[in-house]
C-alpha cells in the first residue's frame, strides 16, 4: 500500500469510504470540464472506487491512484495518480484532479511532485507524461512546474464531455528529473 508524505498533503490510498469526497470533486462543474471521465452519479463513483481498491491489491499493479488528503485537516480534497501504459518502456500517465476550492494553493503541484519522486524512484519508471487540452492552463502550469517539457500537440484526440478536442502531451523522463 502506497502513503506519500509532502509538507502540506497525504497521498494514501482510496477507501471504499471516501466516496463522498470523492464525488464531490467529480462532480464540481469546474473540474468535470477537464475531465474525460468523471461519475455522473453517486452510484458510478462507488462502483469506480471499488475498483481502484481491488486493483490496490494486484500483484502486478498497474494503476496509482491516490487521495490527495490536507495533511491537518485530514480532508480528502483531490486525487493525484499514476498509470503504467506501456511497462516494457517503464511509461506512465499522470492524472489529477482538485477540487476547485482548492485551487491555487500549489496543492497539486505539490502532489503531483511526490508522485512523479514516487514513480522514479520506486516504480523505476523511464518516463512519465501528462496530457491536457490547450486552454487547461493551470494543469499545463502544474506540468511545466514539475520538470515536465511540451512533447505535442495532438488534434482531435480526445473525446471530453461529449466534445471532440485537441490535447497537449508533456512529458519528463528519468534522466531529467532531479530529486
Ligand atoms: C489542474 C489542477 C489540478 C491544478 O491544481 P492547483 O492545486 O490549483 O495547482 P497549483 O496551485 O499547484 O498550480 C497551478 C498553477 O497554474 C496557474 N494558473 C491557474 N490558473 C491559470 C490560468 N487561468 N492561466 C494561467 N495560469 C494559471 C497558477 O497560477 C499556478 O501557477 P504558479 O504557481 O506558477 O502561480 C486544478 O486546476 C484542477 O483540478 N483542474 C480540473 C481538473 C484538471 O484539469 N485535471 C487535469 C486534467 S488533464
Not at 502506497?2 to 466516496?19: I, N, S, Y
Not at 472506487?49 to 488528503?69: G, M, P, S, T, Y
Not at 493525484?80 to 506501456?86: A, H, R
Not at 518502456?89 to 477540487?99: I, K, N, R
Request: hydrophobic fraction near 40%; glycine fraction near 6%; proline fraction near 2%.
Amino acid at each position: 500500500m502506497v502513503l506519500l508524505t509532502t509538507q502540506r498533503l497525504k497521498l494514501r490510498e482510496f477507501k471504499l469510504t471516501d466516496w463522498p469526497d470523492v464525488y464531490a470533486y467529480e462532480s464540481d462543474p469546474a473540474v468535470a470540464r477537464y475531465l474525460a471521465y468523471s461519475a455522473s452519479s453517486p452510484h458510478e463513483c462507488q462502483s469506480n472506487l471499488d475498483f481502484l481498491v481491488e486493483h490496490q491489491h494486484e500483484q502486478q499493479r498497474l494503476i496509482f491512484h491516490l487521495a490527495v488528503v490536507l495533511a491537518r485537516e485530514k480532508h480528502l480534497i483531490g486525487t493525484c495518480g499514476l498509470q503504467i501504459t506501456n511497462r516494457a518502456v517503464g511509461e506512465a500517465e499522470l492524472g489529477y484532479a482538485l477540487h476547485s476550492a482548492y485551487w491555487g494553493h500549489g496543492y497539486m503541484s505539490e502532489a503531483a511532485q511526490a508522485m512523479v519522486n514516487y514513480g522514479f524512484k520506486t516504480l523505476q519508471l523511464r518516463r512519465i507524461f501528462g496530457t491536457c487540452v490547450p486552454d487547461n492552463a493551470a494543469s499545463i502550469r502544474v506540468m511545466q512546474k514539475i520538470g515536465m517539457q511540451e512533447e505535442g500537440h495532438l488534434r482531435e484526440n480526445k473525446f471530453i464531455k461529449g466534445q471532440v478536442c485537441d490535447s497537449l502531451f508533456f512529458a519528463i523522463l528519468k534522466r531529467e528529473w532531479k530529486q
